[in-house]
Each structure stands twice: as structure tokens, then as C-alpha cells.
């Protein structure tokens, strides 16, 4: 079944602890972001990548990291530096050749710290 | 920087009444205009783009750089289209490739 799969579904974190959520896609995109999505506040650019061993800042990036190793992967990793680290995380893929402006969604990760 | 704004957290219409759902948007260079949708249980996914000039299910969207507005339409709601819209903007400068900026959303309710 092709498609983004982000994991796990739901974590708990204990404050000054750090923690990784996971994003694999097997749509051979190159391109795959990172959003944040708060109530009343729509999606927000966390990091973005749009080919392997690159990245860039998004709107919102403080207190979080991203690696991006392998095309099919692009984990980021929520600090403790994060202020206010609870929310719903979506990871996305694109074409990056295609000039179409479609973003494929997983169907995202809630991080709730306790 | 760019900017999408979506007025209304929320809209209730009845069903088979018109549907208007508001985007404006700030930018000083040429944008493409998109609209996505999230159903009940479902991924985020795209509904239409400004640039195809295309009706899905039923929906369209003009833009309209006078007002810099990218309304979403469909002249007959149906309970199917309950859903939370947004709109979102690529830059088409700066090299950011599919880099979108989302909108805040709007929470379409279709009354029986």
C-alpha cells in the first residue's frame, strides 16, 4: 500500500525529555516536510526537505531537528527546547520535479507532554 | 512573507444551499493558490488548484489577484461536504519547491 506512514499514532513525554517521530514514504518523492497543526492555527512549516542529506528551516523550527539519510525517510526529533511541544505533527511528501504543488499527508502523530 | 487568511473557524449552511468559503492572501510576487480538505477520519488531502481552472465534486475556486482572493464555491451543499477546508499558497520565487503556506481552516458543517 504506497503511501506516508508517520509513527506512532500518539505519545506521551515527560518534560526535558526529547523524542523522535518517524516519517517513512514509498512514493520515491524527494521532497517531504514537516507541518504542525494547533487548533486555530491551521498547518505551520516546521522543517522541509527537498532532496537527501538536505533541509531548511521552516516558520517554526526552534526546538526541533531533522535528518534526512535516505530518501524514503525523514524522522524530526521534538526537543526539550520546545516551549510548548504539545500538538498534532503531520509529515507530507511531494514530487519535487512535478510542478503541481500536491502534498501527499500521513495520517500524522499527536505528542501530548505530561 | 506570504500570508493565507480564512476569516471563519466555522460555517454552517443548510444542505443544497450555496457554499462560499473565504481565502484571502498576501503576497508581493505571482502565487499559486490551493485548496485542501480534511474529512472526518481522513488524511489531508488536495481538492483543487487555481491553476487547472477544474470543478471537483462539485467545488471551484477563482483567483482573483485584483482582491487577492481565492474563494472556494459550490452553488449546492451536500452532507458529504462536511469537512475542514484550507487554503494555502506556494510561492512560485524563492526556490522552495512544493513549500506550502496553509490558512487557519474552515470547518464546513452541511445541515440536514
Known amino acids: 500500500d504506497g503511501g506516508i506512514t508517520q509513527s506512532p499514532k500518539y505519545l506521551f513525554r515527560k518534560e526535558g525529555q526529547n523524542v523522535t517521530l518517524s516519517c517513512e514514504q514509498n512514493l520515491n518523492h524527494d521532497a517531504m516536510y514537516w507541518y504542525r497543526q494547533d487548533p486555530g492555527q491551521g498547518l505551520r512549516l516546521i522543517y522541509y526537505s527537498q532532496i537527501v542529506n538536505d533541509f531548511q528551516k521552516g516558520d517554526i523550527a526552534e526546538g526541533y531537528s531533522v535528518s534526512r539519510e535516505k530518501k524514503e525517510s525523514f524522522p524530526l526529533t521534538v526537543t526539550s527546547a520546545q516551549k510548548n511541544p504539545t500538538a498534532f505533527y503531520l509529515c507530507?511528501?511531494?514530487?519535487?520535479?512535478?510542478?503541481?504543488?500536491?502534498?501527499?499527508f500521513g495520517e500524522g502523530s499527536r505528542l501530548t507532554v505530561l | 512573507a506570504q500570508r493565507v487568511t480564512q476569516p471563519e473557524k466555522l460555517l454552517s449552511v443548510f444542505k443544497g444551499a450555496p457554499v462560499e468559503l473565504k481565502c484571502n492572501y498576501s503576497y508581493s510576487g505571482s502565487p499559486e493558490l490551493f485548496w485542501y480538505v480534511q474529512y472526518s477520519r481522513q488524511r489531508l488531502q488536495l481538492l483543487l488548484r487555481?491553476?487547472s481552472r477544474e470543478s471537483i465534486k462539485g467545488f471551484t475556486a477563482d483567483l482573483n489577484k485584483g482582491e487577492t482572493s481565492f474563494h472556494l464555491k459550490k452553488p449546492f451543499a451536500q452532507e458529504e461536504d462536511s469537512a475542514m477546508y484550507y487554503c494555502?499558497?506556494?510561492?512560485?520565487?524563492?526556490?522552495?519547491?512544493?513549500?506550502?503556506?496553509f490558512g487557519t481552516g474552515t470547518q464546513l458543517k452541511v445541515e440536514l
Open positions: 507530507a511528501s511531494s514530487s519535487r520535479g512535478a510542478d503541481t504543488g500536491e502534498l501527499f
Open positions: 494555502a499558497l506556494r510561492a512560485l520565487k524563492g526556490g522552495g519547491g512544493n513549500k506550502l503556506t
Open positions: 487555481h491553476i
